[in-house]
């Protein structure tokens, strides 16, 4: 059966994320996360959901498979360090990756 509070777990260590930090991103009550830790209780999907914006990740990704084992250890750093950026910072190295990835004449 699929971990659905593990997953936000591995989610949340990935980019070195406290309860606290996630409840802020998300807009979600830090004592509602807690309350689904403490009484086991799993989270209804529009707040699945919600979490998965906020890790910038699809529904899709959220219950496949792959764990934080799955990444190295480069990825991890890149997904911590992206997590940190403003949505501005963000806009900025997207447009110099673009840059980079496009064919030039």
Not at 11 to 23: F, G, M, P, Q, T
Not at 40 to 67: A, N, R
């Amino acid at each position: 059966m699929f971990d659905v509070l593990n997953r936000i777990k591995e989610l949340r260590e990935i980019r070195h994320w406290s309860v606290y930090k996630l409840a802020q991103l998300s807009g979600i009550p830090q004592s509602t996360i807690a309350t689904w830790y403490q009484k086991k209780l799993y989270p209804p999907v529009d707040k699945i959901e919600i979490l998965c914006s906020t890790f910038e990740i699809s529904l899709e990704e959220f219950f496949s498979s792959s764990t934080k084992t799955g990444l190295t250890q480069e990825q991890q750093d890149l997904i911590h360090k992206w997590a940190l950026l403003t949505k501005k910072e963000k806009a900025a190295i997207l447009t110099v990756i673009d840059s980079f990835l496009s064919p030039s004449d």
